[in-house]
């Protein structure tokens, strides 16, 4: 509803300007030059649409009321289907191209997010993969639709199979949440909850893990994936939505908890394979720079202008 307010702002005022960018969700402002930046559809009803958000974690009153909250957003807006198929869509992976031909019908140039990361192997604070620890992070937002406690339990089931591993959960969040996160892990000494970290302590702690970790289901992209992979680690994540591109192999990739404990426990006994892994995932990471991401869109802004 901030968005929609802030796009019934800015029809006030697009006419002073050469080009309107949205880079949030669909951007319905009538503009001579228009471009989206689709994350994924936000101002959709449909509940097969509406689950892309991971409302199923909002709660049965909140989850339920969604569609009225989407329209009235609409309404705020002001909402036209002409302004948002009229402009350039781009889209954040293949996964989010798809959901939006489904909605809208609208072909999306895929421009993947940058990997922003300052830690890479000639840094100083850099740990080689020799000298990791056995443990695993799970970075991002602390929030019910990362689904930390599936992270926990999945960390639980493989020291059950006998590997002495750690979890490191990093991030912030809503004290609410982040009270009952502790109450959960407050008789598990093997995981480690750290908040509110600054970057570059963040990274370091990242890059002395040798694995990643990722729980969340409808993933539109998976930054903290592609954050932790250009860190030197073996992610793992589930095998939906858009973190589908950026964990690639499949052997990383799981359905539900035994199928994460099965893979993560083939991949702890041939550490040889995960060296590898870790090389590869490096080197795909630091592909995306910052640099790369500004001149595939700025080429783009450019285009648009000329037309």
Not at 25 to 54: M, W
Not at 206 to 220: R, S, T
């Amino acid at each position: 509803m901030k968005y929609a307010l802030a796009m019934r702002y800015a029809r006030r005022i697009a006419s002073e300007f050469d080009l309107v960018v949205g880079s949030y969700g669909e951007c319905p402002i009538p503009t001579k030059h228009g471009i989206q930046y689709i994350n994924v559809p936000i101002f959709s009803e449909a509940s097969e649409f509406l689950r892309y958000l991971n409302t199923a974690h909002d709660g049965f009153l909140r989850s339920h009321l969604r569609p009225v909250y989407v329209r009235a957003s609409r309404w705020l807006s002001g909402w036209s289907l002409k302004d948002v198929t009229a402009k350039r869509t781009l889209v954040n992976s293949l996964w989010t191209a798809d959901v939006v031909q489904q909605l809208y019908g609208i072909s999306g140039v895929i421009v993947a997010p940058a990997t922003d990361v300052n830690l890479g192997p000639s840094s100083q604070d850099w740990t080689n993969w020799i000298d990791r620890e056995l443990g695993f992070v799970m970075l991002g937002r602390i929030h019910p639709s990362k689904r930390l406690e599936l992270g926990i339990q999945i960390i639980q089931q493989v020291r059950k199979h006998g590997h002495d591993v750690n979890l490191h959960i990093i991030g912030r969040g809503d004290d609410h949440y982040v009270k009952k996160l502790k109450q959960l892990i407050v008789r598990l000494e093997y995981v480690h909850l750290h908040l509110n970290m600054q970057r570059p302590e963040l990274e370091q702690l990242v890059a002395k893990q040798k694995f990643g970790l990722h729980a969340c289901e409808f993933e539109h992209y998976g930054i903290a994936a592609a954050e932790m992979q250009a860190l030197g680690c073996v992610v793992f994540a589930p095998d939906f939505a858009g973190q589908r591109e950026v964990v690639a192999n499949a052997g990383q990739r799981y359905v539900n908890l035994d199928d994460a404990v099965k893979k993560i426990c083939e991949l702890l006994e041939n550490p040889n394979r995960c060296k590898q892994i870790s090389d590869e995932a490096l080197q795909r990471g630091h592909e995306i720079s910052t640099r790369t991401f500004e001149e595939q869109i700025g080429a783009i802004f450019a285009g648009q202008l000329e037309n």
